[in-house]
């Protein structure tokens, strides 16, 4: 991660005190994110619209989920363990759409500060 994010150290679960105004987070699954300080090296505009084009990608399999979940019948006719994965699914992306949403935020924060 050092290597590939041009850094000059890697800290695990900093406090939230010790996290600079100029990182930026990003998430790699359900359970990892990673935060890159991004002073100088980001077009925060592209990233911005990367990030708007990847939300709208995991948005809609979400929402087909939940409409299927909310289906008459769904609870009674669907088998427990489809239902598990289901929730466990639908928990995943909801994750992953909340930390996009996220990124988004920091990135138009890191905007908002270069351009003052």
Not at 49 to 72: C, I, S, Y
Not at 73 to 91: R, S
């Amino acid at each position: 991660i050092k290597t590939l994010g041009s850094g000059s150290q890697v800290d695990i679960n900093p406090a939230d005190a010790d996290i600079p105004g100029t990182v930026g987070t990003m998430g790699v699954n359900d359970s990892i994110t990673v935060l890159v300080d991004l002073q100088g090296k980001v077009d925060f505009k592209t990233e911005i619209g990367r990030l708007n084009k990847n939300l709208g990608k995991a948005k809609g399999p979400m929402e087909q989920l939940e409409k299927k979940m909310a289906t008459a019948g769904y609870q009674e006719n669907v088998p427990d363990h489809l239902k598990k994965a289901n929730d466990e699914k639908l928990t995943g992306l909801k994750k992953k759409c909340a930390d996009i949403e996220e990124a988004i935020a920091s990135f138009e924060k890191l905007l908002s500060l270069e351009d003052n």
